[in-house]
């Protein structure tokens, strides 16, 4: 179904009628809970907050070693919370601890396998766009300079697919 056909569709219903289809869909999914929550008590570094604590514990978990950190659920959480329309520079702080998170991980562990490297390589360059699109470079210079510097403790060229990334913005 389009969005033109939702609209078409909602527009027929009567005022009770859209309420009970929005709290049909607030209990039926936890996506559409969670938006609807944000949606009527913005509170964007709380949800920054409460995102980081979910991809560090991809990384750290509480229970210990965590051998194999899941990027698609790192990737989830980062795209769920663009779905909430936060500001940008909420958005950058998170793209950018998804990487440091993976670098830590290394430092910590030791050395990855290769796979491993490209998937943060890729999300950097996905982080430097964003970054640079919206024109918080300068905000993030010392973190991004930072990361980089972590990074060059990492193997299988790391560091230097990382630093040819961010010159292609700077």
């Keep these: ?16 009628q859209v309420i009970e289809v929005m709290l049909e869909l607030y209990d039926a999914r936890k996506e559409a809970k ?10 964007s570094k709380a949800e920054l907050e ?16 965590s051998e194999k950190p899941s990027f698609a659920k790192c990737r989830k959480v980062i795209s769920d919370f663009q779905k909430l329309k936060t500001e940008p520079t909420y958005v950058a702080d998170l793209m ?12 910590t562990f030791g050395d990855m396998w290769e796979q491993y490297y490209i998937t943060l ?7 430097m766009k964003f970054i640079f699109m919206h024109g918080l470079l300068a ?6 300079e930072k990361l980089l510097d972590n990074a060059s403790n990492c193997g299988w060229g790391f560091y230097d697919t990382l630093s040819e990334i961010y010159h292609q913005y700077r």
């Design 96 to 107: 950018l601890f998804y990487i440091e998170q993976g670098c830590e991980y290394t430092v």
């Design 139 to 144: 905000q993030y210079y010392e973190r991004i």
């Design 121 to 127: 390589e890729n999300n950097f360059d996905k982080a």
């Design 34 to 43: 969670d938006y609807l929550e944000f949606y009527l008590t913005p509170d």
């Design 1 to 16: 179904m389009s969005k033109a056909k939702l609209k078409k569709y909602l527009q027929t219903l009567s005022k009770e």
């Design 50 to 65: 409460k995102c980081k604590k979910t991809i560090r514990q991809e990384f750290f978990p509480t229970r210990g070693f």
